[in-house]
């Protein structure tokens, strides 16, 4: 079981280094003896089995030693995303029985060492992943350990997962560990004895012509800011992308700048990675799919909309059993993903059964920003559309309808988002509007409000 795995290899080569960050180099013994003093600290709490463990931390060694050490007891551990509001914050507090921050963490890794337990049991549940709710609420993705275990064993991995695994000598990083991609990929590197770069500061392309990892993970915008900034990227040997589907366009410059290096994993917090695009894939011209399902998944097409079985899936949302019906039937996750597979296995995504916006890699439901806004008082209603955006991947335009004859502060608007949603539910654009169009069925027509995007410019 997870973090066996990964606590197995620090044992197995204690003088090799574990991170780097700046200067700092952290061996593999040194993180195995951070692992022991927070489970001496947690221990100390009255945390074992089945507790629920908050994570608000930045990513550091210590902070991933936290998150050993709580796997190590058996606890079920949440990680809090940056930019969330205190609302959200909250909310995602009552999951766990403990919250550890960064005062915390210091106090754990100044205490004493204990030996590293091995706790943790497969139907357990070890993670709590964060999506947004409908409500602009985080909801709690449970993966048992079972589950997740299957990450960090390389006699389980697909062979075009193993393939990418030999180039992770170096790997960066760059976003915090509540993302289930950074978090999962770190402990791969360090499984096949890699050593785990931090960018201590420096901006993702600036770390990566100074550091020269020989792999990093992103979300597509952040490839196509990295790929205009013009840095050195001759030393990466894999970009591993996540969060949205890339474009083919996007995919193509990526290789024309890197070389076959660009991977793409298709997933989500509900499923777990479901599809990879491998540099292959892409040199044969399906630059167009999110890739082939891997070998343990299998998916559906119903009614256009994209239903998975897989290993790595949960086993609900936490402590929500109304939601969790609405996406597990029969052993079944229904993504609420459109696609299809073509002659050759290849998935294809076409479109949203869900009103979502992915900004930097973060689902962020209109449905909820809409709501937050027409809250206002000088708002009648609001409606809210994402358009594509190089740097973020998507953008979030918003259109109101006064209350009044008098228009609504824009700023105050946003600054009402910023406040009850996450840092990237916050629109780019506020535009009022005092006619909604209208589709042919007689609904808000979005499509017309889409292209007005394209000649707004309120902030």
């Not at 945390?47 to 709580?70: I, W």
């Not at 809090?80 to 960064?102: F, T, Y």
């Not at 048992?144 to 990450?151: V, W």
């Not at 998935?347 to 979502?356: E, F, I, P, Q």
Request: glycine fraction near 10%; aromatic fraction near 4%.
């Amino acid at each position: 079981m997870f973090p066996g795995p990964v606590l197995a290899a620090l044992r197995a080569a204690p003088d090799r280094p574990a991170f780097e960050a700046g200067t700092r180099v952290v061996t593999r013994g040194e993180l195995l003896a951070l692992v022991g003093r927070c489970v001496s600290g947690l221990r100390a709490a009255g945390l074992g089995p089945g507790s629920g463990v908050g994570m608000a931390l930045p990513s550091t060694p210590e902070a991933y030693a936290a998150h050993l050490a709580a796997h190590a007891l058996g606890c079920r551990v949440a990680a809090m995303r940056p930019g969330w509001s205190p609302e959200q914050r909250d909310h995602a507090r009552a999951d766990v029985d403990v919250l550890v921050g960064e005062e915390e963490l210091d106090r754990l890794a100044a205490g004493p060492e204990a030996p590293v337990p091995a706790l943790a049991r497969p139907d357990g549940v070890a993670r709590l992943t964060y999506t947004s709710g409908s409500t602009g609420l985080p909801k709690a993705c449970a993966h048992t350990y079972a589950a997740i275990s299957l990450a960090y064993r390389p006699d389980t991995w697909a062979p075009a997962l193993a393939g990418l695994m030999a180039r992770f000598d170096r790997c960066l990083v760059a976003e915090n560990l509540a993302s289930p991609v950074m978090f999962t990929y770190l402990g791969r590197c360090l499984v096949v004895g890699g050593t785990v770069v931090l960018p201590d500061g420096l901006g993702l392309a600036e770390a990566v012509e100074r550091t020269r990892p020989t792999a990093t993970m992103m979300p597509p915008a952040r490839l196509h800011q990295v790929l205009a900034e013009g840095a050195d990227l001759s030393g990466l040997r894999a970009v591993v992308l996540g969060g949205s589907p890339a474009s083919p366009g996007l995919l193509r410059a990526a290789v024309d700048r890197l070389g076959p290096v660009v991977w793409q994993g298709y997933g989500q917090g509900e499923a777990g990675v479901i599809a990879m695009l491998t540099p292959e894939d892409v040199a044969a011209g399906h630059e167009a799919s999110v890739g082939r399902p891997l070998p343990a998944v299998r998916v559906e097409i119903r009614d256009g909309e994209v239903w998975v079985r897989s290993p790595h899936m949960m086993t609900g949302y936490w402590n929500d059993p109304e939601r969790t019906a609405e996406v597990l039937r029969d052993g079944w996750l229904r993504t609420r993903d459109l696609g299809h597979l073509d002659g050759g296995g290849m998935l294809h995504l076409t479109g949203r059964a869900r009103d979502v916006i992915m900004v930097n890699a973060e689902v962020c439901y209109a449905g909820a920003i809409e709501r937050v806004l027409a809250t206002h008082p000088a708002v009648a209603q609001a409606y809210v559309v994402g358009a594509p955006d190089p740097v973020t991947g998507e953008a979030i335009h918003a259109f109101v309808v006064p209350a009044g004859e008098h228009e609504p502060d824009r700023a105050a608007l946003v600054d009402l988002v910023g406040r009850r949603l996450s840092a990237n539910s916050v629109p780019r654009t506020v535009t009022v509007i005092r006619e909604v169009p209208m589709s042919a069925s007689g609904k808000p027509d979005k499509t017309a409000l889409l292209h007005r995007t394209r000649s707004s410019s309120d902030a």
